[in-house]
Structures are given as C-alpha cells and as structure tokens.
C-alpha cells in the first residue's frame, strides 16, 4: 500500500474529489482526518471508512479553523504526514458582479486557508518529511468569464504551492499542485443543472471540453493524489499538474 500508517488531512472530504481522496487514502493504509461544514454527510463518510477516520467540521473562512483541524488530527492519531488543500468556495462572478464581499471570501477559503493549513502543520510536517497537495484549478492561467474572483484565487494557491515548495525543499518537506479540469463531482453535476442543462447532460458531453466523451471522476483525481503523498513520489516538488483531458498550453480549437 502506498500510505500504509500515514495520516493524511483532506480538507473538503465529506463530498466530491474530497470525498474521493479520503477513501483513496484509507484503501492505501492511511488515517485521515475528513473535513467539511456538514455534520451528517462528515459522519456518513466517517461510518463508512471505521476506525481509520475521524471527523472535524469546520469552516475554511476562519483563520483559526487550520490551527483546530491540526490540534483534532493530532488528538486523533498522533501524527501529520501529509495535507490535501482540497476545500474550495467555486463561485460564479464577473468583473461586475465580483464586489469586495465576495473576492474576500473567496480568496480567504480557497488561498487564504491552505496557507494556514500549510503553517499550522508545518512543525508535524517537518518532523515525518511529509507532503502537502494543493487542489488547484486550470481556471488558475486565464479563468472562464464568470469565474473572476474563483480564477484568481487559484492563481494565488498555484503560487503558494510554487513558493512553499522552493522554501521547504531542503527540510524535506515537499508541495505539489494539480490544476484539476472538468470533473464530475456531485455538486457539479446539481450546478450545470440550475444553469439550465438538463438530468443527463453529462453522458453526452462537449467533445472540444471532453475529448474522450467521459467525463474525469472525482476517483480519477484520487489516484494521483495518492501518489503524490506517497514516498514514492519522492523527492519532486513543486511540480504544477494539468489533470485534464487535453494539452492546456498550445492546444488548437479545431
């Protein structure tokens, strides 16, 4: 197993690529910490996985809610070797709508917290050569139109995941980054519906925007988190990830 005896925090873990990464981690040895707002859907996840996981809910917009999920981890398990920057606020905004409110809500939940994350573990992090995976977005080089605020939010972790992994190379402490595409995750799906798409809209998707016809699963991003936590993705980091179905850079619309 790749994480046999490792605890991994998974922030964003009681649904979609969250979700998917915790019950990875436990299929390859691991304790995990899930995380999430919601206490039902937590506690289902945490039914489902036993012994080998624990629950904390809390929310990412609190500066204070990384030094609480550390403290429960380590209460739990003893040990950090590994975080899964995971959560995230995907909101819709444009250059009109995007107002003071919204951009520092955003930024707090999906820049703000993994840093924290990162700073509040770091002394565990040290200690087990562990490693942090930051759950990015290709949104993160140009963004779509109504994804203003969400887009340079992501920008900013991509450069946190950058910096942080050039500063902790030599304590062994690595950070690697995925700039995850279209994944159909649960709220995805419920999303592109209120937008107006209908029950089915996923088995016969855009060819352009899924080339091979089906979708990436929340499963298939799982497996390379996995991976990338495990010792045998040593010694890189700062390596940025495309997790997507076509080339990002170069790629001409036919």
Request: glycine share 8%; hydrophobic share 45%.
């Amino acid at each position: 197993m790749q994480l046999q005896d490792k605890v991994i925090i998974v922030t964003g873990s009681t649904t979609g690529i969250g979700e998917a990464i915790a019950r990875k981690c436990v299929a390859e040895g691991a304790r995990v910490l899930i995380h999430g707002r919601d206490q039902a859907r937590g506690e289902q996840v945490v039914g489902d996985l036993g012994d080998v996981a624990s629950l904390h809910v809390d929310d990412m917009a609190d500066p204070e809610t990384p030094t609480r999920m550390v403290a429960a981890a380590m209460e739990a398990f003893g040990r950090i070797d590994g975080i899964v920057n995971n959560a995230a606020w995907i909101i819709r905004s444009t250059i009109d709508t995007t107002d003071p409110e919204l951009f520092d809500r955003c930024m707090a939940i999906n820049a703000r917290a993994p840093m924290l994350m990162i700073k509040a573990a770091l002394p565990h992090l040290r200690e087990t050569e562990g490693s942090v995976v930051n759950m990015g977005s290709i949104n993160a080089y140009t963004g779509q139109g109504v994804q203003l605020a969400y887009s340079m939010s992501k920008g900013a972790l991509m450069t946190l995941s950058r910096h942080m992994a050039d500063v902790l190379a030599p304590e062994r402490v690595r950070v690697n980054h995925f700039n995850v595409g279209w994944v159909l995750s649960p709220n995805e799906y419920k999303l592109k519906m209120t937008e107006g798409l209908p029950e089915n809209w996923h088995l016969d998707p855009d060819r352009l925007a899924v080339p091979t016809g089906k979708l990436t699963m929340p499963e298939n991003i799982a497996s390379h988190a996995a991976f990338w936590l495990s010792d045998a993705s040593r010694p890189v980091t700062g390596a940025v990830m495309e997790l997507e179905q076509y080339p990002i850079i170069g790629r001409l619309s036919m």
